[in-house]
């Protein structure tokens, strides 16, 4: 499904070289980005992927956007401007009919999104763990505290710490966040979903994205330059540190060809 089907980013300059996000697009020679039930912004760090998608996120008013702050020229909103300077089209469903709205479950993840939620998690193991501790430094012995947890509020405590534990141990927190978040009939904006997975995770995220788009009509919009994702989803992929953003193959971007070569390079070893 194609719920977002083209987006064109402000060509307007400004004389001001280090205005926010003027200064991410100039010198670039770019065309509208039209969608497909997976698009892929590949660029290195720093080449505004991530920028690209909190603009649309803006536009759109989708859930999870992040309003940047003004620049410290003056009053003016640049930010805002931008954004109103931008233009958008919807895309059709299945009968042909132009879409009004994007659909309730729209939203925008960020990796700081996946960040914090390891972090609160990890933080509240860290809390569980020294709950029998803090029992028995408020004055009771440790057969007390033992006793205590055998209660019924005591062992729920315990339920919780060993879900925390396990869920955290195996850096199933992330996978956990995308299986709650990625839900049917929705377009998302992922930026960077690969931070704290695994490759192995990394390639299991991008066959539920393709299944998501394939069956249960999602829509996806990804930053990223993890290779494992790059090459399993099924994805049109604009290479953002191109001056054009013109289209590429997922094996001739730069971070992948790299791999490529560093491991290509080593194969002997792996034979022996």
């Not at 401007?81 to 895309?91: I, V």
Request: glycine letters at 4%.
């Amino acid at each position: 499904m194609i719920y977002l089907s083209s987006f064109k980013l402000s060509d307007r300059n400004v004389k001001n070289p280090n205005i926010y996000p003027y200064n991410v697009f100039r010198r670039k020679d770019m065309e509208p980005f039209v969608f497909a039930p997976i698009t892929v912004l590949y660029g290195n760090n720093g080449s505004g992927k991530s920028t690209i998608l909190n603009i649309i996120a803006n536009k759109l008013i989708l859930k999870g956007k992040e309003y940047a702050a003004s620049n410290s020229f003056g009053i003016v909103d640049y930010c805002g401007k931008f954004s109103s300077e931008c233009q958008f089209s919807y895309g059709e469903d299945e009968f042909g009919n132009v879409f009004k709205r994007f659909p309730e479950n729209s939203r925008f993840i960020k990796s700081e999104d996946i960040l914090y939620e390891i972090k609160k998690i990890q933080q509240r193991q860290i809390l569980s763990d020294g709950m029998e501790y803090d029992y028995m430094k408020n004055g009771y012995s440790r057969k007390e505290a033992e006793e205590y947890f055998q209660t019924r509020e005591g062992r729920h405590q315990i339920e919780y710490i060993e879900f925390a534990q396990e869920k955290y141990s195996n850096g199933e927190t992330a996978m956990q966040f995308f299986e709650e978040y990625l839900l049917p009939d929705a377009l998302y904006l992922l930026d960077e979903p690969e931070v704290s997975l695994s490759p192995a995770n990394q390639v299991l995220l991008a066959k539920e994205i393709n299944k998501l788009a394939r069956l249960l009509s999602c829509q996806f919009i990804i930053a990223t330059h993890s290779p494992f994702m790059l090459g399993t989803l099924d994805a049109k992929i604009y290479n953002i540190d191109k001056e054009d953003y013109s289209i590429c193959k997922w094996y001739e971007l730069e971070n992948v060809r790299y791999f490529y070569d560093f491991f290509k390079k080593h194969e002997k070893e792996f034979e022996e």
